[in-house]
């Protein structure tokens, strides 16, 4: 008897905020392995195209929609049409995001809203309207994009952590709801990567790219690819009875206290 427990060819995955970075490279994991990637982003559709190019360059079947997370009337009429012209939304992930690296003393609040807006409420209001069409199917996968941050601090990150800590907890209460459903919420919480995002930290002699390196057992900022094996694993029949757990993807980062800067 063959076992297909992670076969995801010919779902759906609506993947948001995957122009590029750590969504793109969930996306194509998944694409690669035969899901229908749709592609969101909300900068421009010359990004969009772009990225579309990029997936089909690899042979995956990708199409694109422009619309904005935190807004929820584009957020409507973006899944009706994704609903109705690509097909039913199999698979969810959450990965649009944005970071400000400001002090809490020297944050506006206006600033702070913003982050928390895209990073936590965002997921809300696209998990809501995608998982309505999972419920009456009862049948979904929601995936939603954490961080470190959803687990430690760190200096300048106050609102992003505050806002990966919720997702963290929201993850756990949307499989709560939805586990009946046959519907299953999980997490991702990638460790340090090398992104576009993570690009003004990461430079050859700032002293937090000699910190990560030290403070990541694996001695290395995460490839993006190395997140692909966990998308296809929580998009696919083998995570059936995983609900509510963030699988963290960070070289072992939060297995560890660390080591002194001078040790080997
Ligand atoms: C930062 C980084 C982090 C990472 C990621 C870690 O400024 O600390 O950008 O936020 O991007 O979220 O999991």
Redo the contacts with the bound molecule.
């Keep these: 008897m063959s076992i297909d427990l992670f076969n995801v060819k010919g779902k759906i995955a609506l993947v948001t905020g995957s122009t590029h970075g750590l969504g793109m490279a969930m996306a194509r994991g998944l694409g690669l392995a035969g899901a229908t990637i749709v592609v969101n982003g909300n900068s421009s559709q010359d990004k969009i195209d772009t990225a579309i190019a990029e997936y089909e360059k690899e042979g995956i079947k990708a199409v694109g929609y422009k619309f904005n997370v935190a807004k929820e009337e584009e957020v409507i009429d973006a899944v009706a049409k994704i609903e109705k012209e690509v097909g039913a939304i199999d698979i969810l992930i959450n990965n649009a995001g944005i970071?400000k690296?400001t002090p809490l003393l020297d944050m506006e609040v206006a600033d702070f809203k913003e982050v928390v807006d895209i990073d936590l409420v965002s997921p809300f209001i696209v998990s809501k309207h995608v998982v309505k069409n999972m419920v009456a199917r009862k049948a979904g996968k929601v995936i939603n994009i954490c961080?470190?941050?959803s687990e430690l601090g760190?200096n300048s990150?106050g609102a992003?952590a505050a806002a990966?800590g919720g997702l963290k907890m929201l993850t756990q209460n949307m499989a709560t709801e939805w586990a009946k459903y046959n519907i299953q919420v999980n997490g991702i919480?990638?460790?340090?990567?090398a992104t576009s995002?993570?690009a003004p930290?990461r430079v050859d002699g700032h002293p937090f790219n000699d910190f990560i390196i030290n403070r990541t057992p694996a001695a290395k900022w995460g490839d993006p690819n190395d997140l692909a094996g966990a998308a296809i694993f929580l998009s696919s029949k083998a995570s059936d009875f995983v609900n509510g757990h963030v699988v963290y993807v960070?070289g072992g980062i939060l297995a560890t206290i660390g080591k002194p800067s001078n040790e080997a």
């Design positions: 970071i690296r961080s470190m941050m760190r990150v992003y990966k919480g990638p460790g340090y990567f995002q993570t930290i960070d």
